[in-house]
């Protein structure tokens, strides 16, 4: 009888892929969640900033009111 080779390819696959389980590596860990926000307060220069926009706010307004009576 003469061996066909592929049966003997056939019977190498079949007795080996199952091996190449055995040496792989195992899964990595799942990815970690991304940090919180920090939790800054907004209240730290918000008055401030509110009293120097109304101060500029009247500043530009007034600018505008004298050139606009000089003409």
């Known amino acids: 009888?003469?061996?066909?080779?592929?049966?003997?390819?056939?019977?190498?696959?079949?007795v080996f892929l199952p091996v190449i389980n055995v040496f792989a590596g195992?899964?990595?860990?799942?990815?970690?969640?991304?940090?919180?926000?920090?939790?800054?307060?907004?209240?730290?220069?918000?008055?401030?900033?509110?009293?120097f926009a109304l101060l500029l706010g009247f500043y530009k307004i007034s600018r505008y009111n004298t050139k606009k009576a000089s003409r």
């Open 1 to 14: 009888m003469k061996i066909v080779p592929n049966r003997i390819v056939i019977i190498l696959a079949v």
């Open 26 to 51: 195992p899964d990595p860990p799942p990815p970690s969640s991304p940090p919180e926000p920090p939790g800054l307060p907004l209240d730290g220069g918000l008055m401030l900033l509110l009293l």
